[in-house]
Nanobody, 123 residues
Framework: VQLQASGGGLVQAGGSLRVSCAAS????????MGWFRQAPGKEREFVAA????????FYADSVKGRFTISRDNAKNTVYLQMNSLKPEDTAVYYC?????????????????WGQGTLVTVSS
């Protein structure tokens, strides 16, 4: 599967942004999907994940209550709605896919990755 992230940009603190990840292939609906981010000089960190059905979602504590992950299997797309953005949310955001049902926080267990989209939050 190939993943293409988009929707990043510059937003002021307190604002909102939605990033998207479009996937190729007919098996997207069977993949768990995750969003990770990497800020300059920092390690890649887990942001959110969603099961193949969309029935279960998981969030990092730092974004819980502000970010929402969702998916549209008919469109082969997963979304990350980001509200109440903070300067510390500035990072390159990556989407990732796991074909074996894993929807946890370890980036090593995701098989496929998008190219990333930059989100910059100004103070």
């Amino acid at each position: 599967v190939q993943l293409q992230a988009s929707g990043g940009g510059l937003v002021q603190a307190g604002g909102s942004l939605r990033v998207s990840c479009a996937a190729s292939g007919r098996t997207f609906s069977s993949y768990s999907m995750g969003w990770f981010r990497q800020a300059p000089g920092k390690e890649r960190e887990f942001v959110a994940a969603i099961t193949w059905s969309g029935h279960s979602t998981f969030y990092a504590d730092s974004v819980k209550g502000r970010f929402t992950i969702s998916r549209d299997n008919a469109k082969n797309t997963v979304y990350l709605q980001m509200n109440s953005l903070k300067p510390e949310d500035t990072a390159v955001y990556y989407c990732a896919a796991n074909p074996r049902g894993y929807s946890g926080t370890s980036y090593e267990r995701y098989d496929y990755w998008g190219q990333g989209t930059l989100v910059t939050v100004s103070s």
